[in-house]
């Protein structure tokens, strides 16, 4: 099992720029989940999903999309990127009813 | 209610010494409390969970202790490590839901 992947590592935009973050799990979990995580200000739960065609609102969810057309792929999506989504971003995924998740190696974006 | 509120921010011990990272969280119905280890440049990985229904957890050297009354949870590291050096998070979530985290604590341990 490769876990959960994340694609790319880094990334830098320019303000106003989109793009998209890709997270894979090979798994088979129902739940995956979006996080970012800044310096003092923990992991913040950006948006999740309990399943393929149902997705929900986290914390932070202004400016970002996701879709779940699939159990494998949950993929975020920045329309229009600002400077203040500069962030270290993390996709994770578990089973549904049980708590231990398994996170991704990161993405680390910069928007200038 | 929704918050899990986490302390220190920072922590700095000598080797073979015991940090303790406290947590407390408001909603009742949460009934995971788990606890991850980040490394630097790393995701963050599950150390120890605990559930409420018992007030202590033990994993090699590390220990959750679990307050229901009180709402609180602490991790004690026994005899740390420098390789214990890392970013620790506590957690709660209630069945089916969420997880949501605390701030995290950086812990340094001095060899």
């Known amino acids: 099992n490769a876990g959960v992947t994340q694609t790319p590592k880094f990334q830098v935009l320019k303000t106003g720029q989109s793009m998209t973050l890709q997270c894979a799990q090979d798994m088979n979990h129902e739940y995956m989940s979006w996080y970012r995580q800044d310096p003092g200000m923990g992991l913040r739960l950006i948006h999740y999903?309990?399943?393929?065609?149902?997705?929900d609102q986290g914390e932070v969810p202004n400016g970002y999309n996701v879709s779940r057309s699939t159990t494998e792929d949950f993929p975020l999506r920045l329309l229009s990127a600002a400077p203040s989504q500069t962030s270290v971003y993390f996709c994770?995924?578990?089973?549904?009813?049980?708590?231990?998740?398994?996170f991704g190696p990161g993405t680390r974006l910069t928007v200038t | 209610q929704q918050q899990v509120k986490q302390s220190p921010q920072s922590l700095i011990v000598q080797k073979g010494g015991i940090p303790i990272i406290n947590c407390a969280y408001e909603?009742?119905?949460?009934?995971?409390f788990p606890w991850y280890q980040q490394f630097p440049g790393k995701g963050p990985a599950l150390l120890i969970a605990i559930r409420p229904d018992v007030s202590e957890k033990k994993e090699g050297r590390f220990t959750i202790s679990f307050n229901k009354s009180a709402k609180q949870f602490s991790l004690h590291i026994m005899d740390s490590q420098p390789g214990d050096s890392a970013t620790y998070f506590c957690a709660a979530s209630a069945r089916h839901d969420k997880i949501i985290f605390g701030k995290g604590t950086r812990l340094h341990i001095l060899p």
């Open positions: 994770a995924s578990r089973l549904l009813g049980q708590g231990e998740q398994y």
């Open positions: 999903s309990v399943g393929a065609g149902i997705t």
């Open positions: 909603n009742t119905a949460f009934d995971y």
